[in-house]
């Protein structure tokens, strides 16, 4: 079955700095897309990165330059390094993976589809 947990959320303030991580099982982890989402209050889930099976990273402009995706194919385990985090930044982050697709698809048409499978999202909150 497969299975997405994430964990290292918080709360920080303003120009701080978090680490998530999301721990993968049960499918074919070095053969998916994988990715980090958020959903702020009140607002539609949005992609913030991906990561291909080749390791390509893409970002959202809004992340770009202070958001880094990483993995360690060796643990099935997925990271999102966050720095210089803003207020606009809070919302429930999610990790995603949806198998057996191109590369192409996951570094774009991933962002609006939002296919796949998601874990159970992790609290990232910025205060002023």
């Known amino acids: 079955q497969e299975q997405l947990v994430e964990s290292g959320g918080g709360s920080v303030q303003s120009g701080g700095s978090l680490r998530l991580s999301c721990v993968a099982s049960?499918?074919?982890?070095?053969?998916?897309?994988m990715g980090w989402f958020r959903q702020a209050p009140g607002k539609e889930r949005e992609g913030v990165g991906t990561?291909?099976?080749?390791?390509?990273?893409s970002y959202a402009d809004s992340v770009k330059g202070r958001f880094t995706i990483s993995q360690d194919n060796a643990k099935d385990t997925l990271y999102l390094e966050m720095n210089n985090l803003k207020p606009e930044d809070t919302a429930v982050y999610s990790c995603?993976?949806?198998?057996?697709?191109?590369?192409?698809?996951?570094?774009?048409?991933?962002?609006?589809?939002?296919?796949?499978?998601w874990g159970q999202g992790t609290q990232v909150t910025v205060t002023p």
């Open positions: 049960g499918f074919a982890y070095s053969r998916s897309c």
């Open positions: 995603a993976a949806d198998q057996f697709r191109d590369d192409d698809y996951c570094a774009g048409t991933w962002y609006r589809a939002q296919t796949g499978f």
């Open positions: 990561i291909d099976s080749v390791g390509r990273t």
